[in-house]
């Protein structure tokens, strides 16, 4: 099954929280569509470690590394369910 809409967006909301990626999830796409989605994770990624947070703000700090501790896990979830169907990325 193709990606619906944007990838990048679908990096952007695992980020944020408002998708989770987990392996029965993963099944309906092809070997393109996850290297899609590990390409875009990874532009997100740097992205937001671009963001400059003052260290006083405790609370922009937290949001900031939160989203990065998503984007990882789903990196992380994405490679381990490639390396199981022996899927090349």
């Known amino acids: 099954m193709a ?6 967006k679908i990096a952007q909301d695992i980020a944020d929280g408002f998708v989770s990626l987990s392996p029965p999830a993963l099944k309906r796409y092809s070997p393109v569509d996850l290297k899609m989605i590990l390409t875009n994770l990874g532009i997100v990624q740097r992205e937001i470690r671009a963001l ?12 900031k590394n939160m989203r990065l501790t998503r984007l990882n896990q789903a990196e992380v979830v994405l490679r381990s369910f490639c390396k199981k169907h022996r899927i090349q990325i």
């Open 3 to 8: 990606i619906t809409g944007n990838p990048k």
């Open 52 to 63: 400059q947070v003052m260290q006083d703000d405790v609370v922009q700090l937290k949001a």
